[in-house]
């Protein structure tokens, strides 16, 4: 299969460029008011094209996200479209709920997810949803360049959280959830989830504990990367080293639509385990489908699948990919190694709000933690999972470049030996049935992604220290 590209350059010379989902800059160095006009007007001429009338937008908690996006409504609306913009940050889930609960034609996130503070980024949502899909960001990628319009039109204003709260209670067990009277931890890390879990905890009248940390908004993510791993949660997995299973802290990244997970006693539980899990609960509900995954997620979830008798599609790195996938229809649930995960019955998005529910739901159901339950799917599949990444910054896109080269030709590694390759997105060396190697390039900057899956943590401490020095970094 031809191998993924991840950002492609556009003809107008603008220098903006699409990843994995939406386009994404430094704040005044190349994200300026000025380039968020022009996308936006891409983005406008594309809806007008397809003969779009209606679009929301949205923003999260960062440094000038409300006059970043103010501006590109006033744009939007400038051409003659009826633009919402939301009343306060929201979650890019909430967003991507309004274009469908307001019949919108489409989506502004206005957000940089997990990249540091000093990032800002353009999300677009088709009207179904979820994340633009290639085709969609390819024809709005066509128009960037075009002139902004500047006409004075009225922009809306819009606030759905009951609704979104209401739409998510609809897909819960609620008479388990309101007979709960444990404990549950929350930390936004200062983003756009802040207060959203417990609002919808108070709306609903849970007897459920939770605990928040970081729940106030803060533009520097209390300085850390807003992204749930385990080097970004330091305060969460300190306070969980004095709790008890099946106590758990749900965490969101930046703009809400990932997750992570903190077990009692300060474990770290990554997203393959919470990806596993959240499928062996769905199925266990009775709901059934295709399970989606990307090319960097975890083997163990290629085992249940088959165990439980579930198709399994692996597609490129991007949930765009995975939004596809839903889009056709039959897919019970579609995640990715980055903590976004997807489900059937809800929008074609990630969603960490509603996925910190489910994970909750399954302790309740179960009445087992989430490790014992993780425990469980590893013993009944025949397979354990252990796994890391690191990502290295290099000088330059055209060192990147020679080291990709350098690594296509798999061979030995840290004792392990190589059974083949894949090459789908990056190239992934095959350690027979018990794990794998992946090199991946950034296609927007340039950074070095490597991750290994392997049997025990030793082992894949010891490939990635190999890997690296292969690399010479």
């Known amino acids: 299969m031809e191998k993924a590209k991840e950002a492609v350059s556009n003809p107008s010379n603008t220098g903006i460029k699409f990843g994995t989902d939406g386009w994404r800059a430094i704040i005044g160095d190349q994200f300026t008011f000025d380039n968020v006009a022009l996308v936006a007007q891409a983005y406008a001429q594309y809806l007008l094209e397809h003969q779009g009338k209606r679009v929301v937008v949205g923003y999260d908690t960062r440094f000038l996200a409300n006059r970043f996006a103010q501006r590109a409504a006033e744009v939007l609306a400038a051409n003659g479209l009826q633009v919402y913009l939301a009343r306060s940050y929201l979650p890019t889930p909430v967003l991507s709920f309004a274009v469908k609960h307001l019949q919108a034609d489409g989506g502004v996130m206005i957000t940089a997810s997990h990249n540091p503070a000093e990032y800002l980024g353009f999300k677009i949502k088709g009207s179904y949803g979820g994340a633009a899909t290639p085709a969609l960001v390819a024809e709005v990628e066509k128009h960037l360049g075009a002139e902004p319009k500047k006409a004075s039109a009225t922009v809306h204003s819009f606030d759905v959280r009951k609704d979104y709260y209401n739409f998510l209670a609809q897909q819960l067990d609620m008479e388990a959830l309101r007979n709960y009277s444990g404990v549950m931890y929350h930390d936004s890390l200062g983003g756009a989830g802040a207060g959203w879990l417990a609002g919808f905890v108070k709306h609903a009248g849970l007897k459920l504990e939770l605990r928040e940390l970081h729940a106030v908004p803060d533009p520097m993510f209390y300085?850390?990367?807003?992204?749930?791993?385990?080097?970004?949660?330091?305060?969460?997995?300190?306070?969980?080293?004095?709790?008890?299973?099946?106590?758990?802290?749900?965490?969101?990244d930046g703009d809400a639509d990932r997750i992570g997970a903190v077990l009692a006693g300060g474990i770290n539980f990554n997203s393959?385990?919470?990806?596993?899990?959240?499928?062996?609960?769905?199925?266990?509900?009775?709901?059934?489908?295709?399970?989606?995954?990307?090319?960097?997620?975890?083997?163990i979830?290629?085992?249940?699948?088959?165990?439980?008798?579930?198709?399994?599609?692996?597609?490129?790195?991007?949930?765009?990919?995975?939004?596809?996938?839903?889009?056709?229809?039959?897919?019970?649930?579609?995640?990715?190694?980055?903590?976004?995960?997807?489900?059937?019955?809800?929008?074609?998005?990630?969603?960490?709000?509603?996925?910190?529910?489910?994970?909750?739901?399954?302790?309740?159901?179960?009445?087992?933690?989430?490790?014992?339950?993780?425990?469980?799917?590893?013993?009944?599949?025949?397979?354990?999972?252990?796994?890391?990444?690191?990502?290295?910054?290099?000088?330059?896109?055209e060192q990147l470049k020679q080291v990709m080269e350098k690594v296509q030709t798999p061979h030995p590694i840290a004792a392990q030996q190589v059974s083949g390759s894949e090459n789908l997105d990056g190239i992934k060396w095959l350690f027979n049935d018990t794990g794998w190697l992946l090199f991946r390039a950034s296609g927007t900057e340039p950074v070095l992604r490597i991750y290994c899956e392997a049997q025990d943590e030793k082992t894949v401490k010891a490939v990635l220290a190999e890997a690296r020095k292969l690399v010479g970094l």
């Open 223 to 252: 300085g850390v990367n807003p992204e749930p791993i385990p080097q970004n949660q330091f305060t969460v997995m300190t306070v969980l080293k004095a709790e008890e299973d099946p106590t758990f802290a749900a965490v969101n």
């Open 272 to 299: 393959h385990q919470i990806f596993a899990v959240l499928l062996k609960h769905l199925h266990r509900k009775g709901l059934s489908g295709r399970v989606v995954k990307t090319f960097s997620t975890s083997k």
């Open 301 to 397: 979830i290629d085992k249940l699948a088959h165990k439980l008798g579930l198709e399994l599609l692996v597609t490129p790195i991007g949930f765009k990919y995975i939004t596809d996938e839903m889009l056709k229809g039959g897919v019970l649930i579609g995640g990715e190694e980055s903590g976004g995960i997807g489900v059937a019955g809800h929008i074609p998005e990630r969603d960490g709000i509603f996925n910190a529910l489910l994970l909750l739901e399954a302790v309740i159901h179960t009445g087992k933690s989430l490790g014992q339950q993780f425990a469980e799917i590893e013993a009944e599949v025949g397979f354990k999972h252990a796994y890391d990444r690191i990502d290295l910054h290099l000088p330059s896109m």
